[in-house]
């Protein structure tokens, strides 16, 4: 696939077949992350990957976890979170995505969210959807304690054939122009 092709037509993906992805596939998307650039080339980078019923317990405790803040804040401050947990109950794979660097540099971070970048890119190249889940943040420690790690954790990653496609570039919406982004100093 093209380049300029898979940057203007992959999507986030949000509904998913009920359908297995061979490891093998994943361990493609997983490879693609670690060509990308990270902070004095710590590649700092770490893949937990779940399916099956180590998912489902994921997913148990994420839903618990969001049922008990919601009970604390109310549901109008749950904002996306219970629906970032649908998608991650029905999407066929699910990894989560740790920064193992022990330095603390911001950079660390930056290099973490490049590996996600290309394992979204490679998955749109093998025809399989993702969707970049922020939405852990709600219950993060929860999380972090149940997969035990002795990382950050820094995201999710919903992996799995789509069941829908969202349809031309952006679905309709426009991208901003690199004028109304960019400024060039001379």
Same mark, same amino acid.
């Given at each position: 696939m093209d380049l300029d092709e898979a940057l203007r037509k992959r999507r986030s993906i949000r509904s998913y077949l009920h359908k297995e992805v061979p490891e093998k596939l994943v361990r493609q998307v997983l490879e693609a992350a670690t060509f990308a650039p990270s902070a004095k080339n710590g590649q700092q980078w770490r893949f937990t990957v779940l399916t099956g019923t180590a998912k489902k317990d994921l997913t148990n405790r994420f839903r618990h976890e969001l049922e008990v803040l919601c009970k604390k804040i109310g549901e109008e401050e749950m904002g996306s979170t219970f629906v970032s947990c649908s998608i991650m109950e029905e999407a066929p794979v699910v990894i989560m995505v740790w920064n193992a660097g022990d330095m603390g540099w911001e950079t660390e971070k930056y290099s973490v969210a490049a590996a996600i970048q290309n394992m979204l890119l490679k998955a749109h190249s093998l025809g399989l959807g993702t969707l970049w889940i922020g939405d852990i943040f709600a219950t993060i420690e929860a999380l972090e304690q149940h997969l035990n790690k002795p990382w950050k954790l820094i995201s999710a990653v919903a992996l799995g054939w789509p069941d829908y496609i969202p349809n031309g570039p952006?679905?309709? /919406?426009? /991208?901003?122009?690199?004028?109304?982004?960019?400024e060039f100093l001379c």
């Open positions: 952006w679905d309709g /919406r426009p /991208r901003k122009s690199v004028d109304e982004v960019a």
